[in-house]
């Protein structure tokens, strides 16, 4: 079963990291692009990072640019998400997608596999 399962979220202060991990399987991982998203209470999906299937390119959103770092390890069929500097407003339920042969983009129409999420809560 196609599977893409997200961990690492938890309860953390203002200032410190987590990293998210996103395991898949059933899929030939390396030629997926991975795309991160997040959604927090009464707002939409909004894009996060993503980092395309060579690994060659990544994108970012500008309220994380700086702060996250989007990674992939095809020998895991991981993708990881790294974040530094959180803040409150980075508060939301995290979510992987994944794309065929897809490019880095932040629209979330281009990837048809997304995972289940993590939540992450950051506290002031």
């Known amino acids: 079963q196609v599977q893409l399962v997200e961990s690492g979220g938890g309860l953390v202060q203002a200032g410190d990291s987590l990293r998210l991990s996103c395991a898949a399987s059933?899929?030939?991982?390396?030629?997926?692009?991975m795309g991160w998203f997040r959604q927090a209470p009464g707002k939409e999906r909004e894009f996060v990072a993503a980092i395309h299937w060579s690994g060659g390119g990544t994108l970012y959103a500008n309220s994380v640019k700086g702060r996250f770092t989007i990674s992939r390890d095809n020998a895991k069929n991981t993708a990881y998400l790294e974040m530094n500097s959180l803040k409150p407003e980075d508060t939301a339920s995290y979510y992987c997608?994944?794309?065929?042969?897809?490019?880095?983009?932040?629209?979330?129409?281009?990837?048809?596999?997304w995972g289940q999420g993590t939540q992450v809560t950051v506290s002031s």
């Open positions: 997608a994944a794309a065929l042969w897809g490019a880095s983009s932040a629209r979330p129409g281009a990837y048809r596999l």
């Open positions: 059933e899929i030939t991982f390396s030629r997926y692009a």
